[in-house]
């Protein structure tokens, strides 16, 4: 993955989770950060959640060729939903997206301090309305992994004191 021309994520494929499948990534998204005021747009339909149900986790599988299309990873464990599949190029096999709702477990997360352009763009954005942003790191089965976040002020820190 590369932001701003540089480099800043390389990613080795992992072993298969089951035969067949490999996670590639993994997008977890709190109900707070996936909430729109704005209409769906044409073909799109939004599903209402709860304000305090537990984040979506996105997962992208790649699929060997021949993979049963009838099911899909978590589908019975997790009670996963299929998203949707789209078939790779060169009859490499599927790119198969699940989800299921889970507690997003506790964790911490060290970064660089932001360039001071980079600590002016974020106050531009949360004067504006919401600071949100995207963490990558990876998961426990070597899948990249994309949490979206939320800076809010009304949870205990303000927002311009965190962006200090």
Known sequence: ????????????????????YTRAVGIVQPVVVAHREDPAPDGVEFIPVAPDAEPTVFSVFIERPGANMNSWPGKNADRSIL?????LAAYAGTCCVVAVQ???APGRVELPRPSDDELRHMREWAVNGVLVMTIIGEMSDGAIALIDLRA?????TSIDSALS
């Not at 993955?1 to 080795?12: A, F, H, I, L, P």
């Not at 998203?83 to 078939?87: E, T, Y």
């Open 152 to 156: 809010d002020s009304s949870v205990g």
């Open 83 to 87: 998203v949707g599949r789209i078939p």
């Open 1 to 20: 993955m590369k932001e701003s021309g540089k480099e800043r994520v390389t990613w080795t494929k992992p072993a298969e989770v089951v035969p067949g």
């Open 102 to 104: 889970a507690p997003l």
